[in-house]
């Protein structure tokens, strides 16, 4: 059975950092390319950022980039880095993986395998 678990949310304080850690397992299960999604209150998930398999294309919101950096440790671990935080990065951050597209994608449609989700506030 195929898991993927999201770790490292919590509140962080505006301008300040927070690093989510996604973790896929699975018997025989590599994940090719991964991206994580957020989901505002009241507001439809959008995506973040994404990382191919091989880790050597990368895909950035308008919204985080030059504060984020998604990046592959192995082939099931990958971790997002985000500086500067700011209040309009609360949200249901969800790690989300492909078992069929090798390259990084914003659209929820590439990835077919999602964690639950985990909170992130940001305080001003």
């Known amino acids: 059975q195929v898991q993927v678990v999201e770790s490292g949310g919590g509140l962080v304080q505006a301008g300040g950092s927070l690093r989510l850690s996604c973790a896929a397992s699975?018997?025989?299960?590599?994940?090719?390319?991964t991206g994580w999604f957020r989901q505002a209150p009241g507001k439809e998930i959008e995506p973040v950022a994404a990382?191919?398999?091989?880790?050597?294309?990368t895909y950035y919101a308008d919204s985080v980039k030059g504060r984020a950096t998604i990046s592959r440790y192995n082939d099931n671990t990958m971790v997002l880095q985000m500086n500067s935080a700011k209040p309009q990065d609360t949200a249901i951050y969800y790690c989300?993986?492909?078992?069929?597209?090798?390259?990084?994608?914003?659209?929820?449609?590439?990835?077919?395998?999602w964690g639950q989700g985990i909170q992130v506030t940001v305080s001003s």
């Open positions: 989300a993986t492909s078992t069929t597209t090798e390259n990084a994608s914003s659209s929820s449609r590439s990835y077919d395998r």
């Open positions: 699975g018997r025989s299960f590599t994940p090719l390319a």
């Open positions: 990382v191919s398999w091989h880790g050597s294309n």
